[in-house]
């Protein structure tokens, strides 16, 4: 069956959703450490969360990026990443969505949250023909990721560097055994309304 040009892929249970996100040491270790954000973690500032497992290896090379080089498994609350959601303005104008660009950056300003969809991505990281969701989280959303939706964060750098050194070696079926099981998550009415549109 072919896949849907728009689609949330995600590690998920009945109620939590798995995200990356990849910091610096000075970050990520004390957030795997601890299950929580250090005070460091600047909840003032729009983040990105990535249920993409091979999205985040393509935005931060397998962890061998400056101030990327700690791969953290952000696991929240679904009804948290719902309310993000629900809250989300797509991050470019679509005029199917829009009545006009104006319209649209208003809306962009007064929500805490917004959406992408950026290509998905293979092994090698190359772009594949559909798209998976990033979630800018800010304001409120930014605060309520990370101080109540939170429910474990784990330290996967191991895991990026065991796949891409199977990669490298081109043992692409080994790689592929060793992904987080990345399934269509399940969108109940309405939830996708407002960002479903665009390229």
């Known amino acids: 069956m072919q896949e849907p040009r728009r689609r949330i892929r995600a590690l998920h249970t009945d109620t939590t959703v798995t995200v990356y996100q990849a910091y610096g040491p000075a970050i990520g270790v ?34 061998e990026k400056e101030g990327q080089q700690t791969v953290l498994a952000v696991e929240i609350q679904r009804s948290g990443f719902e309310w993000a959601l629900r809250h989300a303005c797509l991050a470019h104008y679509d005029r199917d969505l829009h009545t006009d660009r104006a319209a649209w950056r208003r809306e962009l300003r007064e ?28 304001g409120e959303a930014a605060r309520r990721y990370a101080d109540e939706w939170t429910v474990c964060i784990r330290d996967v750098t191991p895991l990026a560097r065991e796949v891409h050194a199977l990669v490298r070696a081109g043992d692409l079926e080994g790689a592929r055994r060793l992904l987080p099981r990345e399934e269509p998550y399940p969108v109940v009415e309405g939830l996708l309304g407002r960002v479903v549109a665009g390229a």
């Open 30 to 63: 004390p957030a795997a450490r601890d299950g929580r954000f250090p005070a460091a973690w600047k909840r003032d500032r729009m983040t990105w969360v990535k249920p993409s497992f091979l999205w985040m290896m393509y935005r931060c090379g397998w962890a």
């Open 111 to 138: 929500a805490p949250a917004r959406v992408q969809w950026d290509p998905e991505r293979d092994l090698r990281l190359r772009p594949l023909p559909y798209r998976s969701l990033q979630l800018g989280l800010s």
